[in-house]
């Protein structure tokens, strides 16, 4: 989940009118507005984006401030989800963004971008094997695929177990987050070292303008959350280029928020998609505890061509040879998780759904056409007056 601009606690909060420095974009609702750090950074004990959100302070029985230190993720509105800190392992900035890597107690090394959780060691698993399989395991031997963001390399790593892929593109802006993540998540950048990988550094949006139209029979966004910069990779624009560079019948694995925060998002996702993506459009969702809601979401999406069935794998990962094998065990995703994914409950289905009648009741009507008039004549084509 990483790329985007260079975002903070305090300037996400006062981009309360859109991404852009003008105020001029669509207004960002609430919930995906950083929450403001509940402590001023100047009584932080540890480093800046540490204290993000609210910091939680460790009391003995005798009442007296510990030393423990919290990592507090600030995309949880009205509420804390804390991670207890180890150790600071990384901390430094790049162009776009603020890099932090840390030590926690229970979930092994964390990734953050921007004060934004992005992957632990202990749950990358359910993202990174959701995001990828959930679109490869629907269509038969795909051969070329696209990573957009993706820095970790957790999403190469799981392309890689798919032997009928002949090559994989990856478009990363962040050259610091693959540094990062080759010194202190190698489990994850270990997906760089296959040799179909080919690594280009920069924009995602000028690298599918210039991608070859319909080049690549799958495409796996994964992204950061859409605010600010990244908010363009949401916006219909984008998901018509995507369309281009895919294959008839080829499929879109996209980051969509979590349905117990961002029903709002998913649905305005799902509109244009729609428009967009002629073969389907699903969404399906994982657990990730340290996600906001302890949930995310994923778009589906098949471009107009050979029939794809997001629900029911065709290419199932047990029948891959080598998929499974030691060193490339599954830890979260299966058939069954598969086709549970798509499941939704019963608030999430009602909501979707009504929005989707309600914006196709919205849609102008098509003008009548007027009556043509055939004439029929012996020996010649059907022509119309």
Not at 225 to 235: K, Y
């Amino acid at each position: 989940m990483e790329g985007g601009g260079a975002r903070n606690v305090s300037a996400a909060a006062a981009q309360t009118k859109g991404s852009g420095d003008d105020g001029s974009c669509k207004p960002l609702p609430p919930c995906c507005i950083k929450a403001k750090a509940g402590v001023p950074e100047s009584e932080a004990k540890c480093h800046a984006t540490v204290v993000s959100g609210w910091f939680t302070e460790s009391h003995s029985r005798s009442g007296q401030t510990s030393k423990v230190r919290y990592f507090n993720n600030p995309m949880w509105p009205g509420e804390a989800h804390s991670l207890k800190v180890e150790k600071i392992l990384y901390q430094g900035r790049s162009p776009y963004q603020e890099v932090l890597v840390f030590e926690s107690s229970t979930y092994g090394n964390v990734l953050v971008l921007d004060g934004i959780v992005q992957l632990t060691d202990k749950d990358e698993c359910a993202y990174q094997e959701m995001v990828t399989h959930l679109a490869l395991c629907s269509i038969p031997s795909p051969k070329n695929v696209l990573v957009v963001g993706g820095g970790d390399g957790g999403v190469l790593r799981e392309i890689a177990k798919h032997d009928s892929v002949e090559t994989i593109d990856i478009c990363e802006i962040d050259q610091l987050v693959i540094d990062v993540c080759k010194d202190f998540f190698p489990h994850l950048y270990v997906g760089y070292e296959d040799p179909r990988v080919r690594l280009h550094v920069g924009d995602a949006v000028d690298f599918l303008r210039n991608a070859p139209e319909g080049k690549y029979d799958a495409i796996i966004v994964d992204s950061s959350d859409p605010i600010g910069p990244a908010q363009e990779l949401v916006e219909k624009p984008f998901f018509q280029t995507i369309a281009r560079a895919l294959k008839p019948g080829g499929v879109l694995s996209n980051l969509a928020e979590s349905m117990w925060l961002h029903t709002h998002l998913i649905q305005d996702m799902l509109s244009i998609c729609r428009e967009t993506f002629k073969g389907g459009v699903h969404y399906a969702w994982a657990s990730v505890p340290t996600y906001p809601s302890g949930a995310i979401g994923f778009l589906l999406c098949a471009k107009e061509g050979p029939p794809v069935n997001f629900l029911t794998p065709v290419n199932p990962i047990e029948k891959i040879e080598g998929a499974t094998t030691a060193g490339k065990e599954m830890r979260f995703y299966n058939s069954q998780i598969h086709r549970a994914a798509f499941v939704l409950p019963t608030f999430v289905r009602r909501e979707l759904e009504a929005h989707c009648t309600f914006t196709e009741k919205k849609k102008p009507e098509k003008p009548t056409a007027k009556p043509v008039k055939m004439k029929i004549m012996r020996g010649s084509a059907i022509t119309a007056s």
